[in-house]
């Protein structure tokens, strides 16, 4: 027989929505359990992506919805995060080491990618989160200044190189293997082989999500490499203004052509809050980002503000989500990880690497 309480309790839970996910607890599956005393409840709810800053507030809320039902007296509640693997193209096999490759994108240059990049991975490692970021950019990497790294990678059998580490993450760049100044001259195909090579002799060790900051474009070193890497999900960032949406909407037509999941657009330098008084300015225009959301049925992560310490910050190895942990900007950051990684964990999980082959052998 069914415990009325017990379904009352899954009734009230059905009602609490997950704003990252944009579902409901149970539709999302984040209920693992009810158990019921009487009129006592304990509930555990595990989410699909990292939230620590977010699992107390969740909590708090089912605790006091839940205790205000009057056929429940009280209730305790236990919140936590597990990153599961999810499906990627067909055809191609899940890196070693890594749950979730997400790219990020843009349909062309100087909308603040690689910024926003790096403050993506490290607002999902400040979530709780293994993370890595490659550089895929070759022309210009740009990842080792934003993230305080320099000197060549080491490696410790002669065939797989190291990443660098710093503030928790885990880093790769052809930014090692070259200097600052070298200029790359590589067509097409070198590119595509020289990322893939970084890609696969990296020594990445455990990692829920792979960040893979883009070269911008959509051009065919784009393309191919949406089609070879195995990817989980991508992010496209763009600004407000036309010009650069035009280009975004092409980024995103890229994906849905290797059939890879977008998660969402993130508009950066969507308002200009003048330093000396506080005066808002939408330089870009405005509301770009939520209109191409909407006219493409993808989800709007996030806005971030168009502000000179973001930039000052990346410039000298000290990321917004490291150097400013608790200002406005690193909590938009954050909550834009979440949603992110948040809409991944809708996604089909990909059973090569939840179930492990097992081999019986006869004695």
């Known amino acids: 027989m069914s415990n009325p309480v017990d379904e009352r309790a899954r009734q009230i839970l059905s009602t609490i929505p997950d704003p990252h996910s944009g579902q409901d607890l149970v539709t999302s599956g984040a ?53 599961g693997a999810h499906r990627v193209q067909q055809g191609l096999t899940p890196l070693p ?3 979730n490759v997400i790219a990020v994108a843009s349909g062309k240059g100087g909308v603040g990618k690689s910024t926003v990049s790096a403050n993506l991975a490290l607002a999902l490692r400040a979530e709780g989160a293994s993370v890595g970021i490659l550089d895929a950019d070759i022309y210009g990497p740009s990842q080792p200044r934003m993230l305080g790294l320099s000197g060549k990678p080491d490696t410790k059998d002669g065939n797989r190189i190291e990443p660098k580490v710093n503030h928790g993450i885990q880093v790769m760049s052809i930014g090692f293997l070259i200097d600052e100044d070298t200029p790359m001259i590589w067509r097409g195909p070198m590119v ?34 949406c089609q070879r890497v195995p990817v989980s ?3 496209i960032v763009t600004t407000p203004q ?14 849905e052509k290797v059939n890879v999941p977008v998660l969402g657009i993130i508009e950066n330098m969507s308002t200009h809050i003048c330093s000396n008084c506080g ?31 973001i ?22 950051y954050r909550e834009i990880a979440r949603n992110a990684a948040a809409r991944l964990s809708l996604q089909a999980r990909n059973k090569a690497i939840q179930f492990p082959k097992i081999v019986v052998e006869n004695g």
């Open 31 to 83: 209920v693992r359990g009810i158990g019921v005393s009487d009129a006592r409840v304990s509930v555990d709810i595990q989410l699909g992506y990292p939230a620590l800053s977010w699992q107390a507030d969740l909590a708090a809320q089912i605790k006091s919805a839940l205790e205000a039902d009057a056929s429940i007296e009280s209730a305790s509640v236990g919140v936590s995060c597990r990153v």
């Open 97 to 99: 080491g890594i749950r």
């Open 192 to 225: 595509t082989q020289a990322l893939q090579q970084l890609l696969t002799d990296t020594n990445w060790v455990d990692l829920d999500y792979l960040v893979i900051d883009l070269p911008p474009g959509t051009g065919d070193i784009q393309l191919t490499l």
């Open 233 to 235: 999900g991508a992010v």
């Open 242 to 255: 036309d010009i650069a949406l035009l280009d975004a909407r092409r980024a995103l037509k890229m994906f």
């Open 279 to 309: 005066h808002e300015e939408h330089v870009f225009g405005e509301g770009g980002g939520l209109r191409m959301a909407a006219q493409y049925g993808v989800p709007m992560l996030g806005s971030l503000p168009l502000d000179i310490r």
């Open 311 to 332: 930039r000052e910050q990346a410039d000298g190895g000290q990321p917004t989500v490291v150097a400013m942990p608790d200002s406005d900007i690193a909590a938009r």
